[in-house]
């Protein structure tokens, strides 16, 4: 069964810091990634999507992935408390399959 | 003013009865999704369909049902079978399901519906 990994937090960070989001996933055939947010009691929203190695980069978001390690991260700069919410990583199976998504990991931005 | 709706925003249900939960989108995607969320879990997946007319099971499907008759519309049915459904039931969309590289698997998530039994 293809899995995505995602430490499951929560991760604490003062304001201001930059905080560094994991996942790791276990299909070799997956392409691309997505980062979704989802605060307490709301539906996921997408924060960006990652298909090539190397890094992507929107405003204060940063996506990386190495698809030889098999793993994918998301760093937040400059981190603010309203970013404090928990994190999806989500990745394709090999096939004509749905997205697979990690469980998520809880962060928080301490003022 | 596109997007996804869920309704009702809450829902509660007596031991016993079926109830349905509606799912609309006007964004013109092909495939369809609906994912059960537990305090502190992460998604997974009841159901999803890729056309109208055709749908495929998730990792969690019994105690569901649901139909797609529509290309806006995929509505879902929690049973009396399903023994623990007290849940945030969320559905999503994307333009189509599974093509890798190609961003229209993006999934857009609506609000999501909040069912209790009683």
């Known amino acids: 069964q293809k899995e995505v990994e995602q430490n499951s937090g929560p991760l604490s960070v003062p304001e201001g810091a930059i905080a560094s989001l994991n996942c790791t996933y276990s299909?070799?055939?997956?392409?691309?990634f997505f980062w979704y947010r989802q605060y307490s009691g709301k539906s996921p929203e997408l924060i960006m999507f990652?298909?090539?190695?190397g890094d992507k980069e929107d405003g204060r978001f940063t996506a990386q992935l190495n698809k030889a390690s098999q793993y994918v991260s998301l760093l937040i700069r400059d981190s603010q408390p309203s970013d404090s919410a928990t994190y999806l990583c989500?990745?394709?199976?090999?096939?004509?399959?749905?997205?697979?998504f990690g469980k998520g990991t809880r962060l928080s931005v301490i003022a | 003013d596109g997007g996804i709706t869920q309704s009702p925003k809450y829902l509660f249900r007596k031991e016993g009865q079926n109830v349905t939960l509606s799912c609309e989108q006007n964004?013109?995607?092909?495939?369809m999704y609906w994912y059960r969320q537990d305090p502190g879990q992460g998604l997974r997946l009841i159901y999803y369909?890729?056309?109208?007319?055709?749908?495929q099971k998730g990792d969690i499907a019994e105690g569901y049902s649901v139909s797609r008759e529509k290309k806006e519309s995929f509505p879902l049915t929690v049973t009396s079978a399903q023994k623990n459904p007290t849940a945030f039931y969320l559905c999503?969309?994307?333009?189509?399901?599974?093509?890798?590289?190609?961003?229209?698997?993006?999934?857009?998530f609506g609000p999501g519906t909040r069912l209790t039994v009683l």
């Open positions: 964004l013109n995607h092909d495939a």
């Open positions: 999503a969309s994307s333009m189509t399901s599974g093509s890798r590289e190609t961003h229209s698997d993006t999934q857009y």
């Open positions: 369909s890729q056309i109208v007319n055709d749908f």
């Open positions: 299909d070799r055939g997956s392409q691309s």
């Open positions: 989500a990745g394709f199976e090999a096939g004509n399959t749905p997205l697979v």
């Open positions: 990652i298909y090539s190695n």
